[in-house]
């Protein structure tokens, strides 16, 4: 199974800040990654999908880049609704897994 | 508009068995793998496995074969999901999930969750 590590866990931001989420694959799965956000009682959301590409509808503040084994989703500038829990997938190859997801916390 | 909506929250003995419907609208049913899906109370997302509407094969996450069951009734474009031989371990929301692209294995659109809850 390829396992996916997310880090920070936690991230403690202000409103305005440059924030960066990154997410270790522990073998190659090209830019078969997919980035999600979710709120508590909400489904998940997807923003962004191989690797770098933003889903319809999605604010040009996030951001995807990364190939291979390393990947980061960035937010230009945070806004409040932004303040959520980010999780990475890979789908190069079943089983599709997810990081253990990172809390994005206002400071 | 694509919707997928799931079936209500369940309460469970171990030992038993729970089925989480998911109704589709909105899109061809039988062109898009149905994918399931668990979140555990302080635990990050999980696959479970997905089903073929048109072929109604089946792949599953290795952890739950032998103890998952995913079917669909294409007459009525839903999707079901039976797990066996609950414990406590099983306790978690459970979603199920349809793809962006045919043929491709992160998710656009998803259900609102549907809570299971295993207690004696």
């Known amino acids: 199974d390829i396992q996916m590590t997310q880090s920070p866990s936690t991230l403690s931001a202000s409103v305005g800040d440059r924030v960066t989420i990154t997410c270790r694959a522990s073998?190659?799965?090209?830019?078969?990654l997919a980035w999600y956000q979710q709120k508590p009682g909400k489904a998940p959301k997807l923003l962004i999908y191989?690797?770098?590409f933003l889903e319809d509808g999605v604010p040009s503040r996030f951001s995807g880049s990364g190939s291979g084994t390393e990947f980061t989703l960035t937010i230009s500038s945070l806004l409040p609704d932004d303040f959520a829990t980010y999780y990475c997938?890979?789908?190069?190859?079943?089983?599709?897994?997810f990081g253990q997801g990172t809390k994005l916390e206002i400071k | 508009q694509v919707q997928l909506v799931q079936s209500g929250a369940e309460v469970k003995k171990p030992g038993a068995s729970v089925k989480v419907s998911c109704k589709a609208s909105?899109?061809?049913?039988?062109?898009?793998?149905m994918h399931w899906l668990r979140r555990a109370p302080g635990q990050g997302l999980e696959w479970m496995g997905w089903?073929?509407?048109?072929?109604?094969?089946?792949i599953f996450a290795q952890k739950f074969q032998g103890r998952v069951t995913m079917t669909t009734d294409t007459s009525i474009s839903t999707a079901y999901m039976e797990l066996d031989r609950l414990t406590s371990d099983d306790a978690a929301l459970y979603y199920c999930?349809?793809?962006?692209?045919?043929?491709?294995?992160?998710?656009?659109?998803w259900g609102q969750g549907t809570l299971v809850t295993v207690s004696s």
């Open positions: 999930a349809r793809s962006r692209v045919s043929g491709t294995h992160y998710f656009q659109f």
């Open positions: 909105g899109y061809n049913f039988t062109a898009y793998y």
């Open positions: 089903i073929n509407p048109n072929s109604g094969g089946t």
């Open positions: 073998q190659r799965i090209s830019s078969w």
């Open positions: 191989k690797a770098s």
């Open positions: 997938q890979q789908y190069d190859s079943y089983l599709y897994t």
